[in-house]
């Protein structure tokens, strides 16, 4: 059974950092769809004070990621991902369902 999600080392380590920086206990980080940009979904993070019912809970060295129950299909086999350039760092999708993006990087479609 494919994973709805993998989280690399340096997203966990990204993870931890800014958990441990909340100065508040937190159920985890979320992570789900919206619909925005100019090819229609982007992917969302926040932190979680708890965990819902319906969520699917992904964990990996004691940090759970709790992926929204709308998102599930479009996030199965996806890899999220922390990068640092020179210009820019930040959490990324390497999404296997994804069909397309828009120009600027920002939005998906699948």
């Not at 937190?26 to 789900?32: D, F, L, N, R, T």
């Not at 299909?73 to 828009?102: A, H, Q, W």
Request: proline share 4%.
């Amino acid at each position: 059974m494919t994973p709805i999600i993998t989280i690399s080392d340096a997203a966990l380590s990204r993870m931890h950092q800014l958990l441990d920086k909340r100065g508040k206990p937190s159920a985890g980080i979320k992570v789900g769809i919206r619909t925005r940009g100019c090819s229609g979904l982007s992917y969302s993070i926040e932190y979680a004070d708890e965990t819902s019912t319906f969520d699917e809970v992904v964990e990996k060295d004691g940090i759970k990621v709790l992926v929204d129950p709308k998102a599930v299909m479009f996030l199965i086999g996806t890899e999220m991902d922390y990068v640092e350039e020179k210009l820019k760092s930040g959490f990324i999708f390497r999404n296997p369902n994804e069909k397309g993006r828009c120009g600027c990087g920002e939005s998906f479609h699948v």
